[in-house]
C-alpha cells in the first residue's frame, strides 16, 4: 500500500495542503484540473478525483 501524508496549514483564513506530485502522474498538466474530495460515510474515507476543465467553462 502507498501512503501520503500532507501537512495541513493554515492560509488566511482557511486550512489547505498541497497534491502530491505522484497523484498527479496521469493528468496531462497542459490543462487545467478540478480537484474534487468525497466523503463516504459509510466506509469512512476520503476520495480524491480529477476532472479535467473542458475550455469552454474557463472564464
Known amino acids: 500500500m502507498v501512503e501520503f501524508r500532507r501537512k495541513l496549514y493554515k492560509r488566511g483564513s482557511s486550512f489547505e495542503t498541497t497534491i502530491p506530485m505522484p497523484l498527479l502522474f496521469a493528468l496531462d498538466l497542459k490543462n487545467k484540473h478540478n480537484v474534487v474530495f468525497s466523503y463516504d460515510e459509510v466506509s469512512n474515507k ?7 476543465i473542458k475550455k469552454s467553462e474557463v472564464a
Open 46 to 52: 476520503w476520495f480524491v478525483k480529477f476532472e479535467e
